[in-house]
């Protein structure tokens, strides 16, 4: 095993975001992603790999950091570029959307080196997708290319741990947490104290209007004790027995969805309002979140049923919606009567619907033969029980499936 595997890891698009900050054309890099993604170590091997100097500065403090911060950088970094002999130097700005008004001022520091032909280049990471796009749009449109980074994958978490399947679906995605997973409880901690909890308080309670923070935290909970399953709005503020409206709920797991943590699927039908107005299915996207929270151990969570085939859709689960978040398809589940099928994949004018099975299953399942008659150009696709193996479905990215 690597001795440093996290640092040692080059992420497979460490390579395209390279070539694009080396190219005459000039762009402003976006990387965004969740917490413990890898985000400053791919831009700091990114950095390393090219021929130009670069400075690297973060706004992840306890007390937000204002604008005149990041003019000092951007400063700095343009005498890094005058004093490069025309080879040029990179600005890395990480978690850059903490700063009040930060695409204003990026905006501004960019045109004025476009109009003065300094050859500076930039890179912005923030660990809330949701809110660092909402920056970049605003202001930078035309601007920037945004690569999303999602969480680590099965074959990326095999290369650099050495990890075995089984240990991916119950430990999940985070690198950072790897090392711990040897003292269970240790890891669990670490996954609550140093991942979720600032997750939630610093990115999303410090940076978005949360009228409800008790709610927020407990939707978080229940999306992943319930990871798989279907439930009205109306039935979760139930469980959560709050009084507050579906709006509002709606709202908080879009937020969740964004900092890489927990989203609501729709219900894929021919119309689109119909699918905004269906019941969410929840799923976690990183199985961490799932098992960090229950309380069980490796061998406790493998020898109860109903947990267990929670655990593994709901890695199936995260492998589709990282890649749809990444790739840019999207994904659904359906449900008609009692008939279901876990998950939908929409690309363009491709269709297919994927069940998951985590026991042995000798018959096609009801709901994907009910899928496929209501659409006979979709394909159908089992994953665990007799079709293609859990491991094999992880170990390579969704699009090969798609095109396969």
């Known amino acids: 095993m690597l001795s440093n595997p996290q640092q040692a890891y080059v992420r497979p698009y460490a390579k395209d975001l390279a070539s694009r900050i080396a190219e005459p054309r000039r762009f402003m890099q976006a990387l965004a992603g969740a917490r413990q993604v890898g985000k400053s170590t791919l831009a700091m091997q990114v950095a390393d790999s ?28 343009r005498l890094l570029a005058g004093e490069s002999g025309g080879a040029g130097a990179l600005l890395i700005l990480d978690e850059v959307q903490k700063v009040t008004g930060w695409s204003e001022t990026v905006k501004r520091l960019w045109d004025e080196d476009t109009r003065a032909g300094r050859p500076l280049k930039a890179m912005i990471l ?20 945004l690569l999303q980074l999602p969480h680590w994958s099965y074959p990326e978490m095999r290369d650099a741990f050495g990890w075995t399947v089984e240990q991916y679906i119950f430990y999940g995605a985070y690198p950072g947490a790897a090392s711990l997973v040897n003292d269970h409880p240790r890891w669990a901690s670490y996954v609550r104290d140093a991942l979720i909890e600032p997750t939630l308080s610093r990115d999303v309670l410090l940076l978005s209007r949360v009228d409800k923070p008790a709610l927020l935290r407990r939707l978080l909970e229940l999306g992943c004790a319930y990871s798989g399953q279907i439930l009205s709005y109306t039935k979760i503020l139930g469980q959560l027995q709050d009084a507050g409206n579906t709006t509002t709920l ?13 989203m609501g699927l729709q219900k894929y039908s021919g119309g689109e309002a119909r699918r905004r107005a269906s019941s969410p299915k929840l799923q976690a996207l990183n199985t961490a979140l799932m098992t960090a929270q229950s309380g069980l151990t490796p061998e406790e969570a493998r020898a109860d049923g109903g947990f267990r085939g929670r655990l593994v859709e709901s890695a199936i689960g995260a492998h589709l919606a ?83």
Do not use: C
């Open 250 to 262: 709606a709202h908080y797991l879009d937020l969740l969805r964004g900092v890489g943590m927990v």
């Open 322 to 404: 990282n890649a749809a978040a990444a790739e840019r398809f999207r994904l659904y589940y359906w449900r008609e009567r009692n008939r279901e099928v876990d998950f939908v994949v929409m690309d363009g004018r491709r269709l297919v619907g994927i069940e998951v099975k985590s026991g042995r299953a000798r018959e096609t399942p009801a709901g994907m033969e009910a899928f496929t008659k209501a659409f006979p150009s979709a394909r159908a696709m089992l994953v665990g029980g007799d079709g293609i193996p859990v491991e094999d479905f992880l170990a390579m990215p969704v699009r090969n499936w798609l095109n396969a």
């Open 126 to 145: 923030g660990s809330a997708p949701l809110l660092i796009q909402r920056g970049l749009g605003e202001s930078l449109a035309g601007r920037f290319e």
């Open 50 to 77: 090219l021929d130009m100097p670069f400075l690297y500065a973060s706004a992840d403090e306890p007390a937000l950091r204002g604008t005149p911060w990041i003019e000092q950088q951007w400063e700095s970094a």
